[in-house]
């Protein structure tokens, strides 16, 4: 034990490493340390992503499609022969299996697929076992629709359940009687996908197996020609049972050293019974009342704490030394010395239940150790049944392993975190029970759906740049329609402008509304920029987008359904006004033809359709000056637009469109105002905005209508009239984060509110954002108030509290 390993020189530089899958930014060490012996690195992935840095060429396919990738695997290298791979390699438990196929067709060193797919397979690897006479625990596996009970017919409780392509313990349960092995078998059927461990997506299929007693190792072997170069052995702490939930490793480890050469004897028998010769191998096992057991193999180095693991207790590279095994450099064997150069003991960050994490304190550094947490403030967390997910993990070293145990648990203690619950009624974490996992699911989409909301909550503005949003609206690109161009055109721009000042955005088409769900749920969108207008081709169904956004609990701007609602209600909205004596112009309203209204109405006065935006059914006729006109405008409005009529009296004079920002709780900002002077129009046509004016480019109305940003000429005590109307409307109607009020002005200096829109249009040359940038906001900094608006009033709220504001 004492003799001195031969060293293993640095032969990779210049070595062309095909790596399969870049995993997520906790693999980015793997890739460091390759490219900094001197690899160059062609990756095998899905996309272009954080890994850029170290890839000298990228093959970019969908993993998953094992066929696909194989074709473009060898498209790539038939196109660029002179970059022929030296090796092929993945640390990634999810691509093993591919990785083989391409060691196949490439003819590198490495694992053949037939003896990966036997190890790859729990279930196989099992009846392997069995078939060799090496030791094994009973075992069954329990295909759909097949009773679980009477599938482990002759096998003895407690058993584990478990997915047969599954990794890192994602639902692992121990089960002690017939009820809950039917109960967590439809829990795991309800709840297994690659979306919670993304290993799955090679099957889903789950077996049972007797429970195995004793201590948990892992070896981590490195393995050349069938020759065992290298090994390290590590003690498991006790997992949190019926989860098996890792909580922490310690190495060297502290079995006898008989048991030790036992279980290091059974691993290297079974990988030369597989036929398995190469590789870096990540070997579980169990020394109990049966002795030595295996539990799995994984044919990859272990988690990323194993490296540092043995890095640091043995002095040994497993990264550099698993290329160079599948580049064909030769490993001279590695003889550990009795004692290690450290003792190591490491931990997991572990959460007691799921939620969100709504604080976290950390060290600055840790001595003789590493710390690495991977959530951040705001982050969803899943812990059993819901997830199985761990924080992040720490580690000590020492001289001793008493004096490393007690450095580790002064590092852990040193970072303080907690996990919230979505609302004060809420009992999740409370309630889950061990034998209840029914309602797992549904919680679970609880948690991730309410993780948007706090995750908002909890963000800092000077992070606001790192969100995903979504901009809401609809596609019309080529609509013959006017108003729904308008809306394709606004969002498209909406996206660009924040893409351009670093936001992540994406599209929500409303024209899809079940797809724009699914996007939602799919794409990790923190925010939401609602401009839907339509849903179904409806304005009336423009209420129901935000609606959709509150159920799904996704933050978004602008005002709340119920306010949306209302405003596309004129009827309900100058009842309002009126109750709250805001000056409107004198109105009334008929439903059906045969209601009475008064005779005596004054004239002339404008008949709109009570429930319509955007100045639809408003033309030049709308206006009337006659009991007859009156008459036959509120048919038509009654029958032919089949809308409620609005009978407003009719105010000559200028048109003030007034731009507020803010919430009635927080600060409200009014910008400069617009105005509309309706100069000489020609005999017979109307001062005001018809809907031609607006949408069809009217030369009449463009000619003889002066738009003044800001009003020239006007008192200063009249324009805080008007603000000060437009900003009790505003709130009276409980619009949010921004909005439009239209007023008129009589000849005697009187201000009548007509309108106010919660949703105006927001596109570069728009009213709003016209009057922002007299205010000196450009475009792009107008929408990041709206964004910073709307941030701030999910912060420090109870749940949808902006849905009771307005019914207060």
Known sequence: MNSVSKPNKNDLHGKNLLVVNTGNRKKRFTLKRLRDAGCHLIIVNATVNWARSYASHWILTDTNDQTAALRAVHDFFAENPDLGPDGVITFWEDDVLLTSRIRDRLGLI???????????????????????????????????????????????????????????????????????????????????????????????????????????????????????????MSDNDATREPFFVETGQCIPSRLAPSQQAELVDLAEEILERLGIENGCIHFEAKYGSRGAMPIEINLRMGGDEVYYFVKNAWGVDLIENAARIMTGQYIHPIKKPERPKKFVSGKYFLPAYSGVLASLAMPKSVASGELQFFKKVGDAILAPPHGFEYLGWAYAEADTMGEADERVDRIMASVQFEIAKFSRGSSLGKTIRRNTLSSARMAKDAVLSAARIEHIRALP????????????????????????????????????????????????????????????????????????????????????????????????????????????????????????????????????????????????????????????????????????????????????????????????????????????????????????????????????????????????????????????????????????????????????????????????????????????????????????????????????????????????????????????
């Open 110 to 232: 490495g694992i053949p697929y037939e003896k990966a797919r036997i190890a790859r397979d729990k279930h196989l690897f099992r009846a392997f076992c069995a078939e060799n006479g090496l030791p094994t625990p009973g075992h069954a596996l329990i295909e759909h629709g097949q009773d679980p009970v009477a599938c482990v017919a002759g096998l003895t409780y407690p058993m584990v359940v478990k997915p047969v392509y599954g990794t890192s313990s994602a639902f692992v349960v121990r089960v002690d009687n017939d009820s809950e092995l039917s109960e967590t078998i439809t829990y795991i059927r309800n709840n297994i996908s690659a979306e919670v461990e993304s290993a799955l997506a090679a099957g889903t299929s789950i077996m049972a197996e007797e429970y195995i007693d004793g201590n948990e190792v892992d070896i981590d072997i490195l393995l050349q020609n069938g020759k065992l170069k290298f090994w390290s």
């Open 461 to 808: 503005m000077e992070e606001q740049r790192s969100l995903h949003v979504a901009v809401a609206s609809n596609g019309f690109a080529d609509s013959p329609d006017p108003i729904e161009a308008e809306l394709t055109s606004d969002a498209k721009k909406i996206a660009e402008t924040l893409a351009e000042r670093g936001y992540k955005t994406s599209f929500l088409d409303f024209n899809f509304p079940f797809e724009a769900v699914q996007q939602i749920q799919d794409s990790k969108v923190d925010i939401v920029f609602n401009l839907c207008e339509r849903i179904n081709h409806s304005s009336l169904l423009e209420p129901h987008a935000a609606s959709l956004f509150d159920i799904l609990r996704i933050p978004y701007t602008g005002s709340n359904p119920f306010t949306l609602g209302l405003c596309l209600d004129k009827i309900r909205v100058k009842k309002l006004l009126s109750f709250h004596s805001i000056p409107t112009p004198r109105w009334d309203y008929l439903y059906e033809v045969e209601e009475s209204f008064n005779e005596d109405f004054p004239l002339p006065a404008i008949v709109k359709p009570a429930n319509s935006d955007s100045s639809l059914g408003i033309t030049n006729d709308s206006v009337v000056a006659t009991r007859a006109a009156l008459l036959e405008r509120i048919d038509y409005v009654l029958g032919e637009l089949k809308r409620p009529a609005l009978i407003e009296e009719f105010i000559d004079g200028d048109e003030y469109d007034i731009s507020i920002l803010g919430n009635w709780d927080d600060t409200q900002r009014i910008l400069p105002l617009s105005r509309s002077v309706f100069k000489t129009l020609p005999e017979g046509v109307w001062p005001m905005y018809p809907y031609e004016a607006k949408f069809l480019g009217s030369e009449i109305h463009k000619k003889n209508i002066e738009v003044q940003r800001p009003p020239k000429g006007v008192p200063g005590k009249l324009t805080s009239l008007i603000s000060e109307i437009a900003l009790d409307a505003f709130n009276v109607v409980g619009c949010s984060d921004y909005g439009r009020a239209e007023m008129r002005v009589d000849s005697r200096g009187n201000p009548f509110i007509l309108e106010v829109n919660p949703n105006p249009s927001i596109g570069p040359t728009d009213c709003v954002p016209s009057v922002a940038a007299l205010a000196g906001m450009d475009y792009g900094d107008f929408l990041e108030e709206v964004l910073r608006l709307a941030i701030r009033r999910y912060k420090d709220r109870p749940p949808y509290y902006h849905l009771q504001m307005s019914t207060l």
